[in-house]
């Protein structure tokens, strides 16, 4: 039999009141698997003081470099100019971070989001990225080296994957995706780095014509399509009020979420299709690759790599 293990994690842990509310909520209920924390942004410090209280086994690091929102802006930790634009916070988009980014700077932003998360005492899980600013998905220079090296060195292992899923549109769309996936995986197997087999994505915001119930289904559908593996997939949920309203461009999206979260659909689904929730701890004792097939895998991909 199919064994289809997902991990459902809330990102954006401590980015707003609103989130905090929603995710705090969620995991509470155990609708999902996992949270990340956001050490720069404004609400962290509630975020994490909460996971310290209710001693949470299942909270991860969510390596932010990005401030998106014009209304709702916030600094790295560390302060290096390279990190911030001209308004002196973290950039609003994933291209000006990857064009003017110091590498150095960016390895020591990580340590201290790491150190600032252990602060309360939080046993972290795992690490994943805000926006996917490390991947170099929007000019091709990439920080991925860097995260999986900083995740070695603290034996944490990384939203990364090992293949890509064939009916994800946005991930298979992106030129020279399957080469990047595999020289990725290969290194983070190289390092002894353990990651999920499949990602699943989906849009931050509200597409054209898209209703709850369709978003609902389109999730839903996702379940019984589930490769064998463990997969993951990530939600922004946050419950409604008036300052997201006010700061946040796609709120509604993220409403849509934690509702989809708590709706007795969702849940007959995931028991029907046959799905198994579990977090970056299964991950961590199973995901990871053996190290002299990860380094052929690592020489195969450079090697095919254009010049």
């Known amino acids: 039999m199919t064994v289809k293990r997902l991990i459902l994690n809330c990102d954006d842990f401590g980015q707003s009141p609103a989130m905090n509310a929603a995710i705090m909520h969620l995991l509470e209920e155990g609708k999902v698997s996992s949270a990340t924390l956001m050490a720069p942004a404004p609400g962290f410090a509630e975020a994490a003081a909460w996971c310290r209280r209710r001693a949470r086994p299942n909270i991860g690091l969510h390596l932010t470099f990005n401030s998106e929102f014009e209304a709702w802006r916030w600094t790295s930790l560390t302060g290096h100019p390279s990190l911030h634009d001209d308004t002196g916070c973290l950039y609003r988009t994933v291209e ?17 989001q790491l150190a600032a998360v252990r602060k309360y005492g939080i046993d972290v899980t795992h690490a994943d990225n805000h926006m996917g600013s490390l991947y170099g998905i929007a000019t091709g220079r ?28 946005l991930l298979s769309a992106i030129p020279g995706v399957e080469r990047a996936v595999a020289r990725a995986s290969a290194l983070a197997g190289v390092l002894g780095v353990a990651i999920p087999d499949y990602l699943l994505s989906h849009p931050y915001a509200v597409q054209e014509g898209e209703t709850y119930d369709t978003f609902k289904r389109s999730l839903i559908g996702k379940l019984y399509r589930l490769p064998e593996g463990v997969c993951e997939t990530y939600i922004h949920p946050a419950v409604d009020d008036a300052e997201m309203r006010r700061k946040i461009p796609n709120w509604e999206k993220r409403v849509w979420e934690f509702r989809l979260m708590l709706d007795d659909d969702f849940a007959y689904a995931l028991r ?27 020489a195969k991909a450079v090697w095919k790599s254009p010049p």
């Open 96 to 112: 000006e971070f990857e064009r003017k980014a110091d590498a150095a700077a960016v390895v020591r932003e990580m340590e201290a």
């Open 272 to 298: 029907d299709a046959g799905v198994e929730l579990v977090d970056y701890r299964h991950v961590r004792a199973f995901g990871r690759a053996g190290r002299f097939r990860s380094l052929w895998e690592l």
């Open 142 to 169: 990439s920080f991925v080296p860097q995260a999986v090296r900083f995740c070695a060195r603290h034996r944490l292992p990384f939203r990364l994957f090992r293949r890509v899923f064939p009916e994800d549109p």
